[in-house]
């Protein structure tokens, strides 16, 4: 299978990225079938964002199970 750099318009900030030929076949060899939509700036962006989320609630559960162990 060949593979050609596209161009892709990031759904997010709109902006054109290329999605190379490399980086398709990376994809492929891990078996992704989909490709990106967002450029890298707004999937870091979007991965900080999971990041913030999921760290709040552990950092609230391990607030909460020390607030019990000191009582």
């Known amino acids: 299978m060949s593979f050609q750099d596209k161009s892709i318009q990031c ?3 709109g902006t054109t990225f ?3 030929a490399g980086e398709q076949k990376y994809f492929a060899s891990k078996g992704l079938t989909n490709e990106p939509r967002r450029c890298l700036r707004c999937r870091k962006s979007r991965k900080q964002q999971h990041r913030g989320s999921a760290g709040s609630w552990t950092s609230y559960a391990g607030r909460a199970m020390l607030s019990r162990e000191y009582q």
């Open 11 to 13: 759904s997010d900030c």
């Open 18 to 20: 290329t999605f190379t």
